[in-house]
Nanobody, 127 residues
Framework: VQLQASGGGLVQAGTSLRLSCAASLRPGSTDTYSMGWFRQAPGKEREFVAAIDWNSSVTDYGTSVKGRFTISRDNARNMLYLEMSMVKPEDTAVYLC???????????????????WGQGTQVTVSS
């Protein structure tokens, strides 16, 4: 699985931004994947943002973004999205998308629950 995040940029606090992640699967693959978003700010550990299962029936969010961010996916287009609203300066980070065949993230939503990672996209929120 290859993942490529996009949509980052410089935005003002209180506004909205949508991130996208394009997934490239093996031709003919019938594997199903959970997908997630993480972020990492300079000097800080990687932080869980949100995750979603294959059928979009289960989602989970990090405490700091719950109620402001929404994760969604379009399996027909192999796309993952993160709608970010009411952004804050502390949301500034590199945002990375990830994928895994398992549902381990439901038990423990951390980096170890995801095997495949894409390049990040920078989000900078000005005050």
């Amino acid at each position: 699985v290859q993942l490529q995040a996009s949509g980052g940029g410089l935005v003002q606090a209180g506004t909205s931004l949508r991130l996208s992640c394009a997934a490239s699967l093996r031709p003919g693959s019938t594997d199903t994947y959970s997908m997630g978003w993480f972020r990492q700010a300079p000097g800080k550990e990687r932080e869980f943002v949100a995750a979603i299962d294959w059928n979009s029936s289960v989602t989970d969010y990090g405490t700091s973004v719950k109620g402001r961010f929404t994760i969604s996916r379009d399996n027909a287009r192999n796309m993952l999205y993160l709608e970010m609203s009411m952004v804050k300066p502390e949301d500034t980070a590199v945002y990375l998308c990830a994928a895994d065949r398992s549902l381990r993230w439901i038990v423990e939503a951390d980096s170890d629950a995801f095997k495949y990672w894409g390049q990040g996209t920078q989000v900078t929120v000005s005050s």
